[in-house]
């Protein structure tokens, strides 16, 4: 069993090459396709480090396998598909919540159709999800400093960035209107009604940045607004002034406006919106707090004291 990237790449863009060979409304596209798509996600995984493609077990035997030093006599396990999905939501901060659910989709129809008698991609077209589809194939190969064209060819590349290129224009369209909408709403508000409402706002806004979100200003109305989202990569942890300061990077997921009631959900609504900026979350914490430590002043012993004179 081979869990390095290269294979796996390799073997993701075979298997598109033949899903590409398929009418894209005919059933076998789609089982082809996702039989890729998951294969790709094993890859982007894989360009982090193989070892994370082992199922984990006390033993390390998976483990020892992905490094090269297993034992013959013991299997050879990868993590579920399902998990797939979420290390990859976990790992790579482009990848949302909306990829994972069109890669579960996909995955969901695939299982029904290798394991009932069902047809299932008969009665879920390509017309339903090809261009989410191609949005989370770039995804995954731009964090595998790859393109679509070094992953389908130049020819099928071209059509992806065609419709991709049409689904940027319509959440575009979407993002623009809902803003505009609600700035025409609160700017028809009483003045002492917006400033009432802008003041309530930034008391919520502070109060969430202290549960892990970030201050920003809504692009609608201009009050203070926050954007929540999901801890990434690496921690920094560095001692200030006799305290512990945990530095964690966080790519934005959602955004709300409590002044206006705006809210965008996504990286795509959200870099449209210009809020989808990458953020630091910083935590301080004492000694004792991070590092568990006992102030021998204030501990009392559990349990019967013993006089050893």
């Known amino acids: 069993m081979s869990w390095e990237h290269k294979a796996l790449w390799s073997k993701a863009k075979l298997y598109f090459e033949r899903a590409f060979s398929e ?68 790992l790579f901060p482009t990848y949302s919540k909306g990829h994972q659910k069109t890669c579960s ?8 159709e290798l394991h009932t008698g069902a047809a299932a991609f008969d009665s879920y077209p390509s017309t339903l999800w090809l261009a989410a589809f191609y949005e989370v194939c770039e995804v995954l190969a731009k964090v595998q400093g790859e393109t679509l064209e070094t992953l389908f060819g130049s020819e099928e590349a071209s059509i992806a960035t065609k419709i991709l290129d049409d689904r940027k224009r319509e959440v575009r369209g979407k993002v623009e209107s809902e803003i505009a909408a609600f700035r025409k709403v609160f700017e028809a508000k009483p003045e002492l009604e917006r400033n009432k409402a802008a ?43 006799g305290e512990v300061v945990v530095r964690r990077a966080v790519s934005p997921r959602s955004f709300s406006c409590e002044a206006c009631g705006l809210n965008f959900h996504g990286y795509a609504e959200l870099e449209v919106a210009n809020l989808a900026g990458r953020y630091t979350r910083t935590t301080r914490y004492s000694p004792e707090e991070y590092y568990g430590l006992i102030d021998p002043d204030a501990y009392e012993p559990e349990g019967p004291e013993y006089d050893n004179e």
Request: proline share 4%; net charge neutral; with cysteine.
């Open 23 to 90: 009418s894209k409304d005919d059933p076998l596209f789609g089982l082809w396709a996702s039989l890729a798509l998951e294969l790709l996600g094993r890859a982007a995984i894989a360009s982090v480090s193989p070892t994370l493609l082992a199922e984990p077990d006390e033993n390390h035997r998976y483990l020892l396998h992905a490094l090269g030093k297993g034992s013959g006599s013991s299997p050879k396990r990868s993590i579920r598909t399902a998990v797939v999905l979420k290390l990859c939501e976990s």
């Open 105 to 112: 989709a996909m995955m969901n129809v695939r299982n029904e």
């Open 199 to 241: 003041a309530a706002a930034e008391a919520s806004a502070k109060k969430l940045s202290f549960q892990g979100h970030h201050k920003v200003t809504c692009p609608a109305c201009q009050s203070l607004a926050t954007v929540k989202g999901e801890a990434y990569g690496n921690v920094a942890v560095s001692d200030e002034d």
